[in-house]
């Protein structure tokens, strides 16, 4: 001890001591670390060896099934291939799964003919025996042994069944004439000797099967499905489609290499037989509606659907006293499900005491069943009244038709594919109760036309137009919101209404002088009105807390007597030359140009529509863009100012010169306009025929000489169109001295043809 505390002595050594301590430690520290890392190396390599085998087995499964799967249908099953057939990939799994467990229909129509056979047969059965037909478990016990013909591909009978490779046999069984008709047909002698296959992987392929008349025949005799043994009278099949004698499913089924080089894909739509156009989901019977049909008549006519309201509108009050209404709905070869399920939908959730009348007006449908079938099942309500057109008159006359017999203090017009929400009516009734001149509309709410759910939509929507006047939704803005201090449930001002859905005080809506008589069918009526409500003191509100359901469909299903887009142009024009005021040239500047011409379109006389406006005493369009529709982008013109490059064009007596830019001098202000013309008061710009100059013309808005396409600055005025006696375009030039204003072809390096206003809009 004392040679240690001797050795310890000094503080030296007692540093060098801990030193070699903390040495040693570390090297402790090192090898447990190296050991631990060890450790969990080997776990690891464990694992991945543990997880290659698995891998190394199922590759080897898969590979038995390519080797395995497509054998002789007799062969024993292999467990291996049959847990990879039921794997997650199956072919068949999946298709279940997209038939929702539903059996799949073959390929072969409705005869339900099945052909199963198996490529590259390992071993072929022994000879004498017949390849065996395909029995139903589930009818196995019951059912005797069913007499055969085996046929070959041409149809002649066998006497011998062999079965050849890459050739199948069809056992056919026909059904025994028996005038009893009810007593089972009596088995063939050895028929119940044949031997029973083993189960065998469903997912088969057809290989060199050769589709004949004779198959046609066999199959116009009986039904056999092989794999089942299922017996169906010729009677019970509604449609028998014939097999095409040039289908060659040898060739469908066979991979040829072809020779090199390319082509364009192939419009393959080949079938067996042709197609059923009255089936589910035919193209035919799409356009019956545009929307699920099929679907639509599964579902029950009064279903329910969910309460979307919000909640505060459970708790409002309403008037005790509140006017009646008669719904109207017009239709024309509607579906049957959806128009009865609109009425329902009336019926089952409006106050009796409200409700008037529902009037039917029957645009003359040319559909058996809207006529005495819809008679009939309508006689059970006494509320339901028909109305029937001689000729096709269009939604809106029958609008107008609906309106004369109606005997309701209010008018409510609904589309026949809705479903009315609970607590509909009433909202919309005591808008109308506190003043006469609202015409409210309900919240339209969608119906799915792919699979008919009922889906909620935003609160704060209202109907707005763009140009050419096409209607549209526009959410309200957040600041508009907080400035009005809104809530979900107070009504919303509504520029543009749909037009499908609302109400209206019926003697207000004569007062407006309804609609327009002049317009045709369908298309510009919700433009007219709303226009109309709003210019001529009356208001359109959305009312959160009426909703109603409308299915949406991707096309307008009805016929137009004549052309449905000049139809719809022709009521656009209307509506824009009597309500637009100086705005028209919007619309006739977005693509309606060729409406100005009357020789191409008669849009009908417009006077007693200008007659009623003054009568009215309504508003101008400045004034409804200002206070009804700030948001709307409509600048009069596109652009204005003036037109200049080193020095700007000048109007004075009569002439048009070059002069020093000046913004004081109305001389050289110009508008470029919608339809572009460039413009000063009432003269334009135009082209003359000779000599390149350029001459003064009264402004003649259905004039195309007098137009110029202007895009942006810097770019040319280039003369539209490209010329009626030039070969070539022609653009707007100044004289190089700056004396004249020519027109030459277009050069876009020519700097004497770049053009600028003070001013662009759009």
């Known amino acids: 001890m004392m040679k240690l505390r001797r050795y310890l002595r000094g503080s030296g050594r007692v540093l060098a001591f801990v030193f070699a301590a903390s040495i040693i430690w570390l090297l402790f520290d090192i090898a447990a670390l190296r050991m631990s890392i060890n450790d969990v190396n080997s776990l690891m390599l464990k694992e991945r060896v543990i997880r290659e085998r698995e891998l190394f087995k199922k590759q080897s499964k898969m590979s038995q099934v390519i080797k395995e799967g497509f054998g002789h249908p007799i062969q024993r099953v292999n467990e291996a291939v049959t847990q990879a057939n039921n794997g997650p990939l199956n072919v068949d799994k999946l298709a279940e799964k997209v038939y929702r467990g539903r059996k799949r229909e073959h390929i072969f129509g409705e005869n339900n003919v099945d052909f199963k056979q198996r490529n590259r047969p390992k071993s072929p059965p022994p000879e004498g025996k017949a390849e065996p037909v395909f029995h139903d478990k589930s009818r196995q016990q019951n059912e005797q042994p069913k007499q055969h013909v085996a046929l070959d591909a041409n149809g002649k009978k066998q006497p011998d069944a062999k079965v050849q490779s890459g050739v199948l046999d069809i056992k056919v069984v026909e059904i025994p004439k028996n005038k009893d008709g009810d007593s089972p047909p009596k088995p063939i002698d050895n028929a119940k000797d044949e031997p029973r296959p083993a189960e065998t992987p469903s997912n088969t392929l057809i290989k ?8 046609a025949e066999a199959q116009d005799k009986a039904n056999v499905k092989v794999g089942e043994d299922k017996v169906v009278g010729k009677e019970q099949l509604p449609f028998v489609p014939k097999l095409q004698k040039e289908v060659d499913f040898k060739e469908n089924v066979t991979a040829v290499r072809k020779k090199p080089g390319v082509h364009k894909v192939l419009l393959l739509d080949v079938t067996q037989a042709p197609r059923n156009p009255k089936a589910v989901g035919q193209f035919e019977e799409v356009e019956r509606g545009f929307f699920n049909v099929h679907l639509s008549d599964q579902i029950p006519l009064d279903r329910a659907i969910p309460d979307t309201r919000p909640e505060t509108c459970k708790d409002n009050t309403i008037h005790n006293d509140l006017p009646s209404t008669s719904v109207i709905f017009c239709f024309v070869d509607e579906v049957w499900s959806t128009l009865l399920r609109s009425v329902h939908s009336v019926l089952n959730r409006s106050p009796p005491h409200l409700l008037k009348e529902i009037i039917l007006v029957d645009d003359c449908s040319t559909r058996d069943y809207l006529k005495k079938q819809l008679d009939d099942y309508m006689a059970q309500f006494p509320k339901v009244k028909i109305v ?4 096709r008159q269009g939604l809106i006359r029958a609008r107008m038709a609906g309106a004369e017999v109606a005997k309701g203090e209010v008018l409510t017009f609904l589309d026949s594919h809705i479903e009315c929400n609970v607590g509909w009516l009433e909202p919309l009734l005591e808008r109308v109760y506190l003043d006469r001149r609202k015409v409210p509309c309900p919240v339209i709410e969608v119906i799915s036309d792919q699979d008919m759910s009922y889906v909620l939509v935003d ?15 526009s959410p309200l803005s957040e600041d ?3 400035k009005n201090n809104m809530t979900i449930a107070d009504p919303i001002r509504c520029p543009i209404m749909a037009g499908g859905l609302f109400s209206i005080d019926k003697n207000y809506f004569y007062e407006l002088g309804a609609y ?3 317009l045709d069918v369908w298309g510009g009526e919700n433009m007219e009105i709303s226009f109309k409500i709003w210019m001529c003191g009356g208001e359109i509100e959305i009312i959160p807390c009426s909703r109603v359901g409308h299915i949406f469909r991707g096309q307008n299903p009805y016929k137009f007597p004549k052309d449905r887009q000049k139809t719809v142009e022709r009521n656009l024009a209307r509506v824009a030359e009597v309500w637009l005021d100086e705005y028209k040239d919007l619309f006739y500047g977005h693509g309606y140009h060729h409406l100005l011409n009357r020789n191409n379109m008669d849009i009908g006389d417009l006077s007693e529509q200008i007659a009623l406006r ?34 700007c ?20 202000h110009f508008n470029y306009t919608w339809l572009k013309q460039l413009q000063h008061q009432n003269v334009c ?26 895009k942006v600055p810097s770019l040319p005025l280039v003369s539209q169109p490209i010329a009626f006696d030039y070969a070539q375009l022609m653009c707007l030039e100044a004289g190089s001295k700056g004396d004249a204003v020519l027109q030459r072809s277009c050069d876009q390096n020519n700097a004497f043809q770049k053009w600028e206003l003070t001013h662009y809009f759009a």
């Open 208 to 215: 060199d099967v050769k589709v004949n008349n004779a198959i």
């Open 459 to 473: 609160n704060f929507q209202r109907g707005i137009f763009k140009w050419p006047l096409v209607f549209g939704w």
């Open 685 to 710: 710009i135009g082209p003359q025929s000779e000599g390149g100059r350029i001459g003064l013309y009264l402004c003649d808005r259905a004039s195309a000489r007098l137009r110029w396409y202007h």
């Open 516 to 518: 327009d008589p002049g």
């Open 388 to 391: 029937r057109l001689k000729e």
């Open 480 to 482: 508009y919101i907080k």
């Open 614 to 647: 003054k009568k009215l005493k309504c508003k101008s369009f400045k004034w409804y863009l200002d206070n009804v529709y700030p948001d709307a982008d409509a600048p009069v013109v596109k652009a204005e100012g003036l037109v200049c490059l080193r020095k």
């Open 649 to 668: 064009l000048n109007l004075q007596k009569g002439s048009l010169t070059f002069e020093t830019c000046d913004l004081n001098r109305q001389s050289q």
